[in-house]
């Protein structure tokens, strides 16, 4: 998710059948340091994750037409058109696991140019290479309708499989599939998880009513009080990012020392229990989906109001609405670094909504750019971190190093925060 927009099972999806199935089982919250399955999978495994992922994807598709019959949006910058989305979702499997020669070579692969094959879709690039058709235009395009969507979905699938059905033969022939291997179908999957999740939020930003075990997972015994739990963290010297074998984002590398003082930082999320006091002391406003009816206040979950749950994290909160609790509360806002080495601590629980930290979106020391190039790069310091994850979240996600990265001011995604003692 990062920037696209998120349980403590690694492997959810398996099994899993019908457009309703359930995201991930029963979740509560990660606790402690968790590592996606996925980022080293081989290839049999992959394969797996990418049809239960692929289910979701269908299953969103419904009900989103279910709820919203012309699958009109309004052009807004958190939104896309629904019909682009899950185009792009099949162009860019398609594009790096199909039509690129060079697919084996992993982060080496070249980015464009004469080593991709032509598409299955006449016009595809020109439809939803997100690197070239501008986030406006999309209204604009003249795109397949959903069963043109879903036909060209299920082609792109079929061949992807295919072509990891070679790297397996290959595995079972007694070549051991390599990171650089597997490399694109590890990208594409969590792409496409990543874009179902923004597809939830997209639904909930709208007020659709949604099958919410299409949405989220079951959610989490939150225990918090007014006087919440603190992790203390000693001094140290943390190393931050990627190290090792296995799939990495390019701005989760290089892995690279940071020197930390010693700091006590919040055993979960900030709750509406401890959120609401500020807002009432200080007028500070609401996000959009809360509401004060008959007395209470109400929170509205894809289209529905119910009684909002103390005791649950405060969400839809920006980068700005998380500073000003921390300024009236007298603590501030971990820093990435931070928050990752707190996370490897017992009872660091997490998963349930993403956090923003104080760190601007920057390249680490030695970063390289991968083939898609335009993941990471062209955001720099215009964005700010999240960690974690949230209850939308796939699980091939979630990762404890994982960077997420979105503007501050953003409140349509799952997104609230944890605190550190000044």
Request: glycine share 8%; with cysteine.
């Amino acid at each position: 998710m990062g920037g696209l927009y998120m349980n403590g099972s690694t492997t959810a999806g398996a099994g899993q059948t019908g457009p309703g199935a359930s995201l991930a089982g029963s979740f509560s919250a990660c606790l402690g340091p968790v590592h996606s399955a996925v980022r080293t999978a081989g290839p049999a495994a992959l394969a797996r994750a990418l049809q239960a992922t692929r289910t979701r994807t269908l299953g969103l598709m419904q009900a989103w037409q279910s709820a919203l019959p012309d699958l009109s949006v309004p052009p807004l910058p958190g939104m896309n058109p629904p019909l682009w989305e899950w185009g792009h979702i099949a162009w860019f499997q398609e594009w790096w696991t199909v039509r690129n020669r060079q697919r084996h070579l992993g982060t080496r692969s070249a980015s464009s140019g004469a080593d991709f094959d032509a598409s299955l879709l006449p016009h595809a690039d020109a439809l939803y290479n997100s690197s070239e058709v501008a986030h406006d235009s999309r209204w604009a395009l003249s795109l397949p309708d959903l069963a043109g969507t879903q036909t060209y979905l299920a082609q792109v699938l079929q061949r992807s499989l295919g072509h990891l059905q070679g790297v397996q033969v290959q595995h079972d022939a007694g070549h051991v599939a390599s990171d650089d291997d597997l490399y694109f179908w590890r990208l594409a999957l969590q792409h496409e998880d990543m874009h179902n999740e923004a597809s939830v939020y997209m639904a909930q930003a709208l007020g659709l009513t949604l099958p919410e075990a299409l949405c989220w997972r079951t959610g989490a015994s939150w225990l918090q009080t007014e006087s919440p739990a603190q992790i203390h963290v000693p001094a140290q010297v943390y190393t931050l990012g990627h190290a090792g074998p296995g799939f990495a984002f390019d701005n989760e590398r290089q892995a690279h020392p940071v020197t930390l003082a010693a700091f006590s930082i919040d055993a979960e999320a900030v709750t509406w229990a401890r959120y609401l006091p500020f807002v009432q002391a200080t007028g500070h406003p609401m996000p959009p989906h809360m509401r004060w009816e008959h007395g209470a206040w109400q929170a509205q979950r894809f289209g529905r109001w119910q009684a909002l749950d103390l005791q649950a994290p405060a969400v839809h909160l920006s980068a700005q609405d998380a500073q000003a609790w921390c300024q009236w509360a007298g603590r501030r806002l971990p820093t990435e670094a931070e928050w990752e080495c707190a996370a490897q601590q017992s009872g660091f629980a997490w998963g349930q909504v993403w956090e923003w930290t104080a760190s601007d979106f920057a390249p680490y020391p030695g970063f390289e750019v991968h083939p898609y190039r335009d993941y990471s790069a062209p955001w720099w310091h215009t964005h700010r971190v999240l960690r974690g994850a949230c209850a939308a979240t796939s699980a091939h996600v979630i990762d404890v190093r994982y960077r997420n990265f979105f503007v501050p001011e953003r409140q349509d995604i799952f997104a609230g925060f944890r605190s550190v003692a000044l």
